[in-house]
């Protein structure tokens, strides 16, 4: 399975912004799916998941009630729309495909490449 990010870019503080990441390939199983960020001389931190009906999905605090993630099965796309941008969400944005548990405590073991997401004051 390989997954494919876009949608990163720069804008505003209030702005939004909507990440894509398709996965091709085939799964074994029924993956969830989601997103991670990483800004500059920090770790790798949780944003936000998905199962693979949609049913359940998970966030970190700090994008709670600002971001949106969901997912079309039948194009084997996860999104994140992002709304109230601030500076403090400039990171590079990844996607990952594992388990419910691995996206939510561990760590996933398929990943995207990240797409840059930089909000200006």
């Known amino acids: 399975v390989q997954l494919q990010a876009s949608g990163g870019g720069l804008v505003q503080a209030g702005g939004s912004l909507r990440l894509s990441c398709a996965a091709s390939?085939?799964?074994?199983?029924?993956?969830?799916m989601g997103w991670f960020r990483q800004a500059p001389g920090e770790p790798r931190k949780f944003v936000a998941a998905?199962?693979?009906?949609?049913?359940?999905?998970y966030y970190a605090d700090s994008v709670k009630g600002r971001f949106t993630i969901s997912r079309d099965n039948g194009k084997k796309t996860v999104y994140l729309q992002m709304n109230s941008l601030k500076p403090e969400d400039t990171a590079v944005y990844y996607c990952?495909?594992?388990?419910?548990?691995?996206?939510?405590?561990?760590?996933?073991?398929?990943w995207g490449q990240g797409t840059q997401v930089t909000v200006s004051s």
């Open positions: 390939g085939r799964t074994s199983s029924r993956p969830g």
């Open positions: 998905i199962n693979w009906d949609g049913g359940s999905t």
């Open positions: 990952a495909l594992d388990r419910w548990n691995e996206l939510t405590t561990g760590v996933p073991v398929i």
